[in-house]
């Protein structure tokens, strides 16, 4: 019982003037600090090992400043007249195609914007820090840049191909920062393995992109969402699966989901940034943004809905089984995800809810992550909980911070996760009772492996290795802890007053749940206590127990599956990558036994026919003669034949 | 007239089979002058039969040009015959696969 | 007719002779057989001045080449009955016999027209007629046989010239040879003697006689010994003379005997 909405929101921007028309330096600043950093790695490295960093960040920053700017402006203005659209140039215009570089920038994008600039800022500054020893910082910078840009071009593009620039940037930046550390062969196939895996999703996105065009003439949301109720309801099913694909590549959704949990072997500023707060959720912002086309179809949307579900529960169960703190929280993010898609399959009722959601894992998630990184950082970047251990009294910042996240995740009262995934729970049991009962169960599961975490990593006894001196990070890494920590508390002040409903209403419509079955604080209370199951469990199989330094072998089947990413890498090679193994190596066999074999075959047997024939020549005279002698034969017997017949 | 024609004929025929059987140079030169007079036999013949002389003159030009080549054929078998000592056909057969 | 029907089973046996003897130089008299046949036949065939140019130029120059060349090669050369290449006699025949069948059949179902005659053509004479048409159309090609003609014979010259490898010995260095080979193995330094010398009888069958009376076998061919047909010198030469002539008296005998002396002296 999907609703429906009566009405749904057309993009009808206006020209961008006054201080909109500074929005193409939102993406240039960062992109120019991109072709700084890069190029001049090659032309003036001296120079950049010494302020390439700062420039890095600095960049960002400015763009965090005029985001920050072009926001308060836009809640200045009538809520009728939120959206703005900067054409740059004629970007395409080959026969009937014509696509422009176009901006849009509404309150779906201002909100984006100000994650990505903000929180990007934040893992510059850290990042500083975190990457001091690494002699390639400022190419890291660049390539950190050149994702922030790449990111800032996916949520403003104002069509469907500038989105798509973005989105496969993205994807160039993350393969580039996953497989940083180029010498490790792990981090290596890990990048390639993500850019893969996304590869899939991506021709999704291509072929939705060619069925707009081929659909509406464009790929201007504009447009398409004008003319998207003339079109016919199989169409536009066939445009949300596709776009449904290429979300999953991005969002690490089922079933492109592999590559996430591998893309940790990344440094984690870029876990942080990349694969928590912002490029995976871009699935979301797809979705979101394309709600006009969703809207107008109930079988993609029960796809998304299906997806989600599957996925959330699938994240929290590897979330469990995680000795390694930097999947566990990867597997978190997949499943939080999850969460998030599940709200916008729920349609115009959830749509703001998924965004909310979004920003509060944001916080909550970059937070954790960087926690994570400081840990590391204190511990010989040694990533195995089970050589942790009361570590809150040797790094109390990050403690202290990491908990705050911990709590938002968890969705403990009062804190940012609690309002963001409540609401989504709430949506969710009132639209279908075993999609909201599954989305309780994640929420319990997150309690678990959450707590699991936390005291794995800060409580227990001291597990650590020989030679391991826990210490704090320096203040370039904590302060942008402490600024994330104090956003995991106060995010959920954007839904004080229905604030994000409204704010978002001009572009995803907001239905409100007419009279749901269970009223919200139920709901509430029962989620609270469904966390708070899930959170004793962890401490009475965790917290009580000793946690032995080897992870133990024999274990129930769930944990085992657990461990192996339930099988979705097994599945993976079973599906795809044995079968077209096989397939390579037929054609290979085919090619060089059957297609060579024609070729080579024919050299055989003109040489095996030289070899009965060579015998011919004897050497003897009179062997030649008699040979004449035949051919005198045939030439007589020709002239006769032809002169007597 | 016919008649002329098939003894050239069958003299040609046995000229050929004696380039092929036998084994002394000479004899096998022997067999190429018996297919050169088979041939002039039957220019004079046809010249016999067309009532001109062009059959008679190109037989007196087989026969200038067979004396000619005799006399350098002679002259190699001689050269081969001193480096080897032998005058058979069959020695000669290096050029072979 | 008559001559041709005597004459070509004659030339085919002849042919088929060439192939089967064993000696070359029966093969070489067979083509002669064929050749003058051939020349006969030509006269049959009013050509007259083929039938002469056939007899002096094949027969009379090139057969004798082939003869002289065979002597040099060796006469005694046989070729041996045993056929080395594989197949060869019977491809061989098969394919003479193919070759014949088809020349004669093709050339049976042929039908010539009616036979001129030379009468015509011959009418200013066989050889003015022939001369007339090779001085007139032929006449590139038989200046291009002259040049044929001498090419022929530069490289006669050539192929059975022998170049000289070692210097050739002067008078000098046979006769240091000759003493040398006495030296060495005490072969005779001088000259062979004559037949019949002091035999009173030069004929080539008659021995030399040494100065001790007794034949010299050096001075016959070894080859009328193998035979046995050599004389027995006269042993009593002043027996023979007296005996032969009476009339001659004691002061012939005395300046005989003086001459003897004197021949005994020297």
Redesign the interface.
Known sequence: MLALHEEIPVVDPSTADGAFSLLWLIIALPLAGAAILLIGGALFPKALKVWGHVLGTLLPIGSFVISLVLFLQLMGRDEGDRQVVQHLYDWIQVGQLDVGMDLLYDPLTSLFLLLITGVGSLIHVYSIGYMEHDERRPRFFGYLNLFVAAMLMLVMSENYLGLFLGWEGVGLASYLLIGFWQHKHSAAAAAKKAFVINRVGDMGLSTAVMLAFVTFGSTSFTVISHSAGDADSDVMTAFGLLLLLGACGKSAQVPLQAWLLDAMEGPTPVSALIHAATMVTAGVYLVVRSNFIFELTDAARTAVVIVATVTLLWGAVIGCAKDDIKKALAGSTMSQIGYMMLGAGLGSAGYAFAIFHLLTHGFFKANMFLGAGSVMHGMNDDVDMRHYGALRKMLPVTFLTFAMGYLAIIGFPGFSGFWSKDKIIEVALAENPVVGVCALLGAGITGFYMTRLMLMTFFTEERWEKDVHPHESPKVMTIPLIVLAALSVLGGLMLAGGWIEEWLEPVTGFTEEADPAIPALAVTGIAILVVAAGVATAIALVGRREVPREAPQDVSLVTRAARADIYGDAINDGLVVEPSRQLTTGLVTLDTSVIDKVFTGGATTVSAIGVVL??L???????Y??SI??G??LV??AL?AVN?A | MTEYVVLSAILFTIGATGVLVRRNAIVVFMCVELMLNACNLAFVAFARQHGNLDGQIAAFFVMVVAAAEVVVGLAIIMTIFRTRRSASVDDASLLKY | MIAFWVLAPVMVLAALGILFVRKAVHAALLLAVVMISLAVLYAVLEAPFLFAVQIIVYTGAILMLFLFVLMLVGVDASDSVVETIRGQRALAALGGLALGLILVIGVGQMSLGPVFGLDVANRGGNIEGLANILFSRYVVAFEVTSALLITAALGAMVLAHRERLTPKPTQADLAAATVKAYAESGAHPGALPAPGVFARHNAVDTPALLPDGTPSELSVSRTLMARGVVRTPPRDVERHLEQNDPANDRADSRADSRADDRGGDQ
């Open positions: 060579r015998r020549q004897n050497g003897f005279v009179r062997s003669a008699a002698l035949g005198v034969l007589v017997l006769l007597l």
